[in-house]
């Protein structure tokens, strides 16, 4: 059984940091390129970053460069997003997902993040 299980969400003031985790199991973790998307009330899910499956490259969405960091554990199966700088408009649950193929993709339940004074 797959599962991507998110952590470190939480209620943070307007330039505070978070680091937010997956846990992934069931799946051979270093052979998937992972996401973190984000999803805020009202609006679509959009990407925030990407990292490939040996951590070599990495991607930003716009709105997070420099303040983001994606990185991933292959001995540990986690990937992290290292969120500093937050603002208001960061406000939203953000989702772990792994991509392998059209079939071998998987989410996780997500995580809150709230960026409020």
């Known amino acids: 059984q797959v599962q991507l299980v998110e952590s470190g969400g939480g209620l943070v003031q307007p330039g505070g940091s978070l680091r937010l985790s997956c846990a992934a199991s069931?799946?051979?973790?270093?052979?998937?390129?992972m996401n973190w998307y984000r999803q805020a009330p009202g609006k679509e899910r959009e990407l925030v970053a990407t990292?490939?499956?040996?951590?070599?490259?990495?991607f930003y969405a716009d709105f997070v460069k420099g303040r983001f960091t994606i990185s991933r554990d292959n001995a540990k199966n986690t990937v992290y997003l290292q969120m500093n700088g937050l603002k208001s408009e960061d406000t939203a649950v953000y989702y772990c997902?792994?991509?392998?193929?059209?079939?071998?993709?998987?989410w996780g339940q997500g995580t809150q993040v709230t960026v409020s004074s």
């Open positions: 997902y792994a991509h392998r193929s059209s079939v071998y993709n998987y």
């Open positions: 069931g799946i051979t973790f270093s052979r998937y390129a």
């Open positions: 990292i490939t499956s040996a951590g070599a490259s990495t």
